[in-house]
């Protein structure tokens, strides 16, 4: 099982669509969670941190569950300018030693 | 404030050259990494530094070297090259936030070993 889990996509969502992707984990210890967006050809760029009691910045919604080991992130109103791969991570310690990044989910917003 | 620079941009190697990938941050950061992306694999942490004059191994650290002389450099270095080191190559930075290390990426540096 990977480390950290992520559903491929693409997600194909029409402007003003919300759209939702799910991270699981497999590490119960992991302390540290992120969402990262990455454009194609680019360096990744935070998102957002994930906090336990969840969180929410403009348009985006995330969520922790540990019980199930899972993050979530929500979208709101979806925009072109949105269509990127998002990716999860994961950290055991805080972030500066055993960081794992999932391979990204790739959303496509469509006019 | 330029955040992380990556240098070269570009570059290709025959198989059992050497080089060496520069990284610099601006922003006065402890701790440094640097990553390879494949396609299909997710990024993959090779070594990282939690300040200057030490370095750690990461994920896949086989037939790279690292140096941080200097806390606002972080250096790569292929001794000799083999295809399978094509990669797309991150640096990133990073610093504690409410305990938590969010990291900060430079524009990679994208290597083709023939």
């Known amino acids: 099982r990977k480390e950290v889990e992520q559903d491929p996509g693409p997600f194909n969502v029409p402007e003003g669509a919300t759209v939702a992707f799910n991270c699981t984990y497999s590490?119960?210890?992991?302390?540290?969670f992120f969402w990262y967006r990455q454009d194609c050809r680019k360096e990744p760029k935070l998102l957002m941190s994930?906090?336990?009691s969840g969180n929410e910045d403009g348009r985006f919604t995330a969520q922790l569950n540990r019980a199930s080991q899972y993050i979530s992130l929500l979208i709101r109103d979806s925009k072109l300018s949105d269509s990127a791969t998002y990716l999860c991570?994961?950290?055991?310690?805080?972030?500066?030693?055993?960081?794992?990044f999932g391979t990204g989910t790739k959303l496509q917003v469509i006019p | 404030n330029a955040g992380v620079t990556q240098t070269p941009k570009f570059r290709v190697l025959k198989t059992g050259q050497s080089m060496t990938l520069l990284c610099a941050q601006d922003?006065?950061?402890?701790?440094m990494y640097w990553y390879r992306q494949d396609p299909g694999m997710g990024l993959r942490l090779i070594h990282y530094?939690?300040?200057?004059?030490?370095?750690a191994k990461g994920e896949v650290p086989d037939g790279y070297n690292v140096s941080r002389l200097k806390k606002q450099n972080f250096l790569l270095g292929l001794e000799s090259a083999a295809p399978s080191q094509t990669s797309v190559y991150f640096c990133?930075?990073?610093?504690?936030?409410?305990?938590?290390?969010?990291?900060?990426f430079g524009p990679g540096t994208r290597l083709t070993v023939t």
């Open positions: 990133a930075s990073s610093y504690p936030r409410q305990g938590r290390y969010e990291q900060y």
């Open positions: 590490n119960s210890a992991s302390q540290s």
């Open positions: 994930v906090y336990s």
């Open positions: 991570v994961v950290s055991d310690s805080g972030g500066y030693q055993k960081v794992t």
């Open positions: 922003m006065n950061h402890e701790y």
């Open positions: 530094s939690v300040g200057e004059g030490t370095t």
